[in-house]
């Protein structure tokens, strides 16, 4: 069974960089896109990015400036950094596999920014 | 960007109810579309892909149709492990978009 989950602080200062981390097991990492998708306390869910296992990239186009989003396949895991955070970054950060849909889930890991 | 939008966005029913959930994108999607069930303070489940695929494990009583713009989730009797919010999602163009979620709670 494939399973992912998310590592990163749950803290970040405002202006700073968030980095999250996505450690898949249970299947390949090489195949299929892997996506982001956030979700602000109490709202919706945002998908903010995706990448392939060979690198390519899609972003939210208000996030392009800001986000990266890569894939390192020696150590199974899909890394995630936002540069320049601001309160309205907060939220509710998860990982999921699928090309269109999202099959898979990590569990989510909440990320505020505050001073 | 399409823009998805839900209908109604609060539900109040009883179990054994029959339920119907709206979506609709602001442009053509074909079939491209997914709805998921999330609980609170866990991930969203895809139940339903491209726009009436049951995933598996995910009971019969749920359902998908529609295509174009205007599509509908159905929950033919509803049970007790189904009191959640609902999103659509489309699929068709980056970027993916979501609808703002219906809420399914008990009358």
């Known amino acids: 069974q494939v399973q992912l989950q998310e590592s990163g602080p749950g803290l970040v200062k405002p202006s700073e960089t968030l980095s999250l981390t996505c450690s898949v097991s249970?299947?390949?990492?090489?195949?299929?896109?892997w996506n982001w998708i956030r979700q602000a306390p109490g709202k919706g869910l945002e998908w903010i990015g995706c990448?392939?296992?060979?690198?390519?990239?899609n972003y939210i186009p208000s996030l392009k400036n800001r986000l990266t989003i890569s894939v390192d396949t020696s150590k199974n895991q899909i890394s995630l950094k936002l540069k320049s955070v601001t309160a309205a970054d907060t939220a509710v950060y998860y990982c999921?596999?699928?090309?269109?849909?999202?099959?898979?889930w990590g569990q989510g890991i909440p990320v505020t920014v505050s001073s | 960007d399409i823009q998805m939008t839900q209908s109604p966005s609060f539900v109040s029913a009883s179990v054994g109810d029959r339920v119907t959930i709206a979506c609709r994108a602001s442009?053509?999607?074909?079939?491209?579309l997914a709805w998921y069930q999330q609980k609170p303070g866990k991930a969203p489940r895809l139940l339903i892909y491209?726009?009436?695929n049951l995933q598996s494990g995910v009971p019969s009583r749920f359902s998908g149709s529609g295509s174009g713009t205007d599509f509908t989730l159905t929950i033919s009797s509803l049970q007790p492990d189904d009191f959640a919010t609902y999103f659509c999602?489309?699929?068709?163009?980056?970027?993916?978009?979501f609808g703002p979620g219906t809420k399914v709670d008990i009358k």
């Open positions: 249970g299947g390949p990492i090489n195949s299929h896109y």
């Open positions: 491209a726009a009436s």
């Open positions: 999602q489309q699929a068709n163009s980056f970027p993916f978009t």
């Open positions: 990448v392939y296992f060979s690198g390519s990239t």
């Open positions: 442009q053509g999607i074909s079939r491209w």
């Open positions: 999921a596999r699928g090309d269109y849909y999202f099959t898979y």
